[in-house]
């Protein structure tokens, strides 16, 4: 009847987080070895990084910071790859790595971002070839088996030679196993043996039997009691797992076969639950099985799809997991550029209520014995600890993170004394934080802040809010478009932004030869004539192009000549194709990059050049002013500063300088940009004290990048990542909103940050994904936004044949009034401030301001309060705390009170009857 008894855990259900919980900069090794490529303890992740020369390991927290994102850093550890790895059940920050180097080393790690050893406090040399696979001992302190590829040799790390090299095998070893109390090694072999072996009674296996079907790539793990578990292939070349009883392994009690591939299977097991999951390597399937050993032995629990090819699988320890919201297993899912951490539920109602039945006491930190007393044949128990909150051992629920580095030295806690005689079996209290990946405070795990603290304490938990988080970008209706444009070019150099808008007219460029570029008035939306359109004739390609904020009427573009040619666009808009432009510029000896007015002075223009020089320009005289120098490859972009008085460029050669232009020729300041070489673009932010730079990073991901204005030196102060995509994101900034709005050439979907000065920097908030993907966005000024729709930006968009207006609003309730706190006095950019001769002469200027607050508009500030409406509850919860008694009467008078006193006579009682004498007999 075993069959039919319904398990706890059949209903699991494995959850991966959308990819802002991933584990981003990350390069997972592709390097074939027979370890898991990834390990966890309570508090830290290790895996092998695919780099250059090997010898890499990246490290990572178990959980997320406050900022909900993960820190990763690198560790140099061998001379060689590193093929296998694994941390110390009784210590979270000792890891031990194998490598093709013929060396063993053990590690005291720190966190991310803290320094890491330079060297590994013991380093062991097996001398028997390339090292494959090394695994601690479950329940001796410091001790440790290491696998060649064919022999088993055992350490103690407090010694130079080995304790034990067990029997060779007769071919490649291909996976070996602790049993839980330590007192037995199982292995699988090329040879299709599995062998059985008590490494203090005899070198040789006490139990060898042909078990595995194929010599194909086999995994053996020691499940409960004297049962083993492994995975490998059938001859149908199906993956397939396999459950054994050691007391009798000629034949295997059960057999579940899978999916025909290559992959190798990693299997990891949780020996409370009972819980098997199994993942091939460039595989994207993850399955859950439970194991009893009892029929029906394995039976699936789910069967989960993961959104990348797997490299490698680590469970995390039992102790980390969060029991809040009834997490029973976590996998962190290693994949070429992520670590996913899939976290398995049980469907229950979380709170803050114990599911004891779901956590039994788990194996707790502290070493039941030293690997002298193992050795000695000592078989001691690792005593077993609560997983109830409140029954935890002390110190443990702390994060490692929140706990000052002079408190634990050495990854050891001042609490627990060490109980070996080895130097690095000192136990751990590492902290054991009950958070799953997507949790952000203690909210989600049932520990729920008093209610004195206030929604002020909630708020720090929960981290910072925006108030744009809910932005929503709409376009606007078909009637505002401009349709049926034809011939547009796609081939802009990547300096570029696509297209250029004020608010009275776009510029967009045509794939005609002679740098063609159509000129469309904002007011004529509509389809435009299947004609050929009047334009702006060149002559050589456009490399780049902008209106002056001055004069909607006054195009600049720089072409591939390396000439800068000024157009003036005649009222009413282009009715006539245009051949000789108003002015042209020339100084620079190469290919213009891009072009960027001065945001105060008028007819001040800043451009930069293959020449690799940015150089100043006064329009109403047509000379060249300014001559900077100091970039050493392509400059990718430039911005000025708000004031005016500072200009920034990002460059290729992975540097972002800063430029005094009327004190200096050469930089002010010299900085760290992205490490990618593929594009950036910058802008100013924070009223001028931060530099907003997006590019590459190593990878070729997309990233952003935050620079103090005042130390370009130390590099970023804070990064956020976007995607993969190759189109650089091209970012607007509202001064007044300190919104960053970001989106790539060819993307669809556009990113929305608010940018603060304060940690954590980047507040995400909604993105706006568009139907098709576009060739540019470009943003107008702040008048032409609706303020009664509570609309801070409005952007039009081109697209493949249209260009569409597109409004960013925030949802409020109140619209009658004037939303004063999203829309403060704005800056008149359009106006200047002075002239380009009195810039350049050392005067300064600021631009007016102006409300865009409707006279018939009340501020939101002075409102008049809304009376709280009185929320009456049913009258079942005052019915249910009365007696019945007390029910009845108040039913009755209520009743009564309903009529009312009625002392005057009934209606009926007016009538006059008749007299009994006219009654008939």
């Known amino acids: 009847m075993n069959r039919f008894k319904t398990s706890?855990?059949?209903?699991?259900?494995?959850?991966?987080?959308?990819?802002?919980?991933?584990?981003?900069?990350?390069?997972?090794?592709?390097?074939?070895?027979?370890?898991?490529?990834?390990?966890?303890?309570?508090?830290?992740?290790?895996?092998?990084?695919?780099?250059?020369?090997?010898?890499?390991?990246?490290?990572?927290?178990?959980?997320?910071?406050?900022?909900?994102?993960?820190?990763?850093?690198?560790?140099?550890?061998?001379?060689?790859?590193?093929?296998?790895?694994?941390?110390?059940?009784?210590?979270?920050?000792?890891?031990?790595?194998?490598?093709?180097?013929?060396?063993?080393?053990?590690?005291?790690?720190?966190?991310?971002g803290q320094e890491q050893p330079a060297s590994a406090e013991v380093s062991l040399m097996p001398r028997d070839g390339k090292l494959e696979q090394v695994l601690f001992h479950p329940a001796a302190a410091g001790l440790l088996a290491v696998a060649s590829?064919?022999?088993?040799?055992?350490?103690?790390?407090?010694?130079?030679?080995?304790?034990?090299?067990?029997?060779?095998?007769?071919?490649?070893?291909?996976?070996?196993?602790?049993?839980?109390?330590?007192?037995?090694?199982?292995?699988?072999?090329?040879?299709?043996?599995?062998?059985?072996?008590?490494?203090?009674?005899?070198l040789s296996a006490v139990q060898c039997a042909q078990g595995l079907q194929t010599n194909r790539d086999s995994r053996v793990l020691w499940v409960k009691d004297?049962?083993?578990?492994?995975?490998?292939?059938?001859?149908?070349?199906?993956?397939?797992?396999?459950?054994?009883?050691?007391?009798?392994?000629?034949?295997?009690?059960?057999?579940?076969?899978?999916?025909?591939?290559?992959?190798?299977?990693?299997?990891?097991?949780?020996?409370?639950?009972?819980?098997?999951?199994?993942?091939?390597?460039?595989?994207?399937?993850?399955?859950?099985?439970?194991?009893?050993?009892?029929?029906?032995?394995?039976?699936?629990?789910?069967?989960?799809?993961?959104?990348?090819?797997?490299?490698?699988?680590?469970?995390?320890?039992?102790?980390?997991?969060?029991?809040?919201?009834?997490?029973?297993?976590?996998?962190?899912?290693l994949t070429e550029n992520?670590?996913?951490?899939?976290?398995?539920?049980?469907?229950?109602?979380?709170?803050?209520?114990?599911?004891?039945?779901?956590?039994?006491?788990?194996?707790?930190?502290?070493?039941?014995?030293?690997?002298?007393?193992?050795?000695?044949?000592?078989?001691?128990?690792?005593?077993?600890?609560?997983?109830?909150?409140?029954?935890?051992?002390?110190?443990?629920?702390?994060?490692?993170?929140?706990?000052p580095a002079k408190e634990l030295p050495r990854g050891r806690s001042k609490e627990e004394p060490s109980s070996s005689s080895s130097p690095l079996s000192t136990p751990s209290s590492s902290a054991a934080p009950s958070r799953s990946p997507s949790s952000t405070s203690g909210l989600s795990s049932g520990f729920l802040p008093s209610p004195s603290q206030g929604s002020r304490a909630i708020h720090t938990m929960l981290g910072p809010s925006s108030k744009f988080r809910h932005i929503q970008g709409t376009v606007l209706h078909r009637d505002t478009h401009i349709t049926n444009l034809r011939g547009m070019s796609l081939t802009t150099p990547g300096e570029c932004d696509g297209f250029c808008a004020n608010g009275q007219r776009m510029a967009v460029p045509l794939a005609i030869s002679g740098g063609q570029i159509a000129v469309l008035e904002l007011s004529q939306p509509g389809k435009l004539p299947d004609t050929a359109l009047p334009t702006i004739q060149n002559s050589v390609n456009v490399a780049d192009f902008c209106w002056d904020p001055f004069d909607s009427s006054k195009l600049v573009v720089a072409g591939d000549d390396a000439k800068i040619r000024m157009w003036k666009i005649p009222e009413g808009?282009?009715?006539?194709?245009?051949?000789?432009?108003?002015?042209?510029?020339?100084?620079?000896?190469?290919?213009?990059?891009?072009?960027?007015?001065?945001?105060?002075?008028?007819?001040?223009?800043?451009?930069?050049?293959?020449?690799?020089?940015?150089?100043?320009?006064?329009?109403?005289?047509?000379?060249?002013?300014?001559?900077?120098?100091?970039?050493?490859?392509?400059?990718?972009?430039?911005?000025?500063?708000?004031?005016?008085?500072?200009?920034?460029?990002?460059?290729?050669?992975?540097?972002?300088?800063?430029?005094?232009?009327?004190k200096s020729a050469e930089p002010i300041q010299e900085g760290p940009g992205p490490e990618g070489h593929r594009g950036g673009r910058i802008v100013w932010v924070c009223d001028g004290q931060y530099l907003?730079?997006?590019?590459?990073?190593?990878?070729?991901?997309?990233?952003?990048?935050?620079?103090?204005?005042?130390?370009?030196?130390?590099?970023a102060v804070a990064s956020a990542p976007a995607d993969v995509a190759p189109s650089t994101l091209i970012p607007f900034y509202d001064p007044d909103t300190s919104?960053?709005?970001?989106?790539?050439?060819?993307?669809?979907?556009?990113?929305?940050?608010?940018?603060?000065?304060?940690?954590?920097?980047?507040?995400?908030?909604?993105?706006?994904?568009?139907?098709e993907p576009h060739k540019g966005l470009c943003f107008l000024p702040k008048t032409q936004c609706n303020v009664r729709d509570v609309e801070v930006a409005r952007a039009v968009r081109l697209g493949k044949t249209t260009i569409e207006p597109v409004a960013f609003k925030v949802p409020r309730v109140r619209k009658e009034f004037f939303q004063d706190d999203v829309f403060p006095d704005t800056a008149v950019w359009w106006e200047p401030a002075l002239s380009a001769a009195a810039w350049l002469s050392g005067s300064d200027g600021q631009h007016r301001k102006i409300s865009l607050r409707p006279t018939d508009m009340t501020l939101v500030s002075e409102a008049p309060k809304e009376a709280p409406v009185r929320k009456y509850l049913p009258s079942s919860v005052y019915l249910e705390e009365k007696t019945d008694e007390q029910k009845k009467e108040e039913l009755l008078s209520a009743m009564v009170a309903k009529l009312g006193n009625r002392e005057d006579p009934l209606p009926q009682e007016l009538f006059e009857g008749v007299d009994e004498e006219e009654w008939d007999d």
């Open 149 to 202: 590829s064919r022999g088993l040799h055992l350490w103690d790390t407090g010694r130079d030679t080995a304790l034990a090299v067990l029997e060779q095998h007769t071919d490649q070893l291909q996976g070996f196993a602790w049993k839980e109390d330590g007192s037995l090694l199982a292995s699988s072999c090329k040879d299709k043996n599995l062998r059985i072996f008590d490494p203090r009674a005899q």
């Open 573 to 662: 808009g282009l009715v006539e194709t245009l051949t000789e432009p108003a002015c042209i510029l020339q100084g620079h000896t190469e290919k213009i990059y891009s072009i960027k007015f001065h945001p105060h002075a008028s007819g001040l223009l800043a451009s930069s050049s293959y020449d690799m020089t940015v150089r100043l320009w006064d329009l109403e005289n047509g000379v060249e002013v300014k001559k900077l120098h100091g970039h050493q490859d392509q400059i990718f972009g430039m911005a000025w500063s708000p004031n005016g008085k500072l200009l920034a460029t990002v460059c290729k050669d992975g540097k972002v300088r800063l430029y005094d232009p009327r």
């Open 226 to 333: 004297d049962y083993i578990l492994t995975t490998g292939f059938n001859q149908h070349r199906q993956q397939e797992v396999k459950l054994w009883d050691t007391r009798s392994l000629n034949s295997s009690l059960s057999s579940v076969s899978l999916g025909t591939s290559n992959g190798t299977l990693m299997p990891l097991y949780d020996p409370d639950s009972g819980l098997l999951v199994v993942s091939g390597k460039g595989d994207s399937v993850i399955d859950c099985f439970e194991v009893t050993t009892s029929d029906p032995f394995l039976s699936q629990v789910s069967h989960c799809l993961s959104d990348a090819p797997t490299r490698g699988v680590a469970m995390v320890p039992k102790l980390a997991l969060d029991i809040g919201v009834c997490e029973v297993l976590r996998v962190m899912q």
């Open 338 to 403: 992520f670590i996913i951490p899939i976290s398995y539920h049980v469907p229950r109602k979380g709170g803050q209520d114990f599911h004891a039945d779901l956590y039994p006491d788990t194996l707790g930190h502290m070493a039941a014995m030293t690997a002298d007393e193992w050795w000695a044949g000592a078989n001691k128990q690792v005593q077993r600890v609560s997983l109830h909150p409140d029954k935890r051992p002390r110190g443990r629920a702390q994060r490692a993170s929140q706990v």
């Open 692 to 715: 907003l730079v997006s590019g590459f990073d190593c990878r070729s991901e997309r990233q952003l990048y935050l620079f103090s204005a005042t130390s370009l030196a130390s590099g």
């Open 739 to 771: 919104l960053a709005i970001l989106t790539g050439k060819g993307d669809t979907r556009v990113y929305i940050f608010e940018i603060t000065p304060e940690v954590p920097h980047f507040i995400e908030c909604s993105s706006f994904h568009a139907s």
């Open 8 to 112: 706890k855990f059949k209903n699991t259900t494995p959850k991966i987080p959308k990819k802002d919980g991933w584990v981003l900069n990350v390069r997972g090794s592709s390097f074939c070895s027979q370890g898991n490529q990834i390990k966890s303890s309570c508090s830290l992740v290790a895996f092998v990084s695919d780099q250059a020369g090997g010898g890499l390991l990246g490290l990572c927290t178990v959980n997320p910071g406050p900022d909900g994102k993960w820190t990763v850093s690198q560790v140099p550890c061998h001379t060689d790859q590193v093929t296998d790895l694994d941390f110390s059940p009784f210590d979270d920050c000792l890891l031990a790595t194998c490598s093709a180097d013929e060396t063993v080393k053990v590690w005291r790690i720190c966190e991310p």
